[in-house]
């Protein structure tokens, strides 16, 4: 498949479930979104993004490590159910939006690629990582995490993407996580002298 997927394959999963890959009660996504929070080298960050929130499952976690959290997804429901999920936190703001046509205004210090960038051609991937390193802060991360399993509706699995990642210009790899069935990257924007930030263990005078 050499095409994006489709949006009516989007809203097709959702007009049958509100949540049709029970991102709020697999163990599975828990395990996994923990893990990608523990991968974050900073407790706190100033603004993150995150395209293609689904349901918010992910974004209400992201919101306790930032001060304020831009989520956005293509499908209309989708974006009702994160709202709904969030409402209760006023720095979390969930918009419609179909990436990477449409991207938000301003500077990040994170950005989330989660169960994303399988989903487009080659030239929309180019125009979403583009957007990415241009949004992302020097000094801020990066976390990608995508499955690792063949899926007809995937362009892509999470292996074939990582060397992808790892040429984009612009992004400096990091550590990351390989499980079995998903493959978890970090990758940071360099300062202009090409250095980066501290690790979390240099930012506490450990080394």
């Avoid at 990351?176 to 970090?186: E, I, S």
Wanted: proline share 9%; hydrophobic share 40%.
């Amino acid at each position: 498949m050499n095409d994006s997927t489709p949006e009516s394959y989007f809203t097709g999963m959702y007009a049958d479930a509100p949540d049709p890959w029970r991102l709020a009660d697999r163990w599975y996504e828990h395990r996994k979104y923990t893990l990608t929070l523990a991968s974050l080298p900073r407790r706190r960050y100033r603004r993150a993004f995150e395209p293609g929130c689904s349901v918010g499952v992910l974004t209400r976690m992201l919101a306790g490590r930032c001060e304020e959290v831009v989520a956005a997804d293509r499908v209309a429901t989708a974006v009702e159910e994160a709202a709904a999920r969030t409402a209760d936190l006023p720095h979390v703001r969930v918009r419609r939006m179909a990436v990477p046509e449409e991207w938000p205004e301003g500077g990040f210090d994170l950005v989330v690629l989660s169960e994303l960038l399988y989903y487009f051609d080659d030239e929309r991937l180019d125009l979403l990582l583009a957007n990415t390193v241009r949004s992302l802060e020097p000094g801020g991360t990066l976390v990608t995490v995508h499955w690792d399993h063949e899926v007809p509706e995937h362009r892509l699995t999470g292996s074939q993407l990582t060397p992808v990642l790892e040429a984009r210009a612009g992004l400096v790899p990091g550590p990351g996580f390989r499980d079995p069935d998903f493959v978890l990257g970090t990758f940071t924007r360099p300062f202009a002298d090409g250095s980066l930030p501290p690790t979390p263990a240099e930012a506490e005078g450990l080394v």
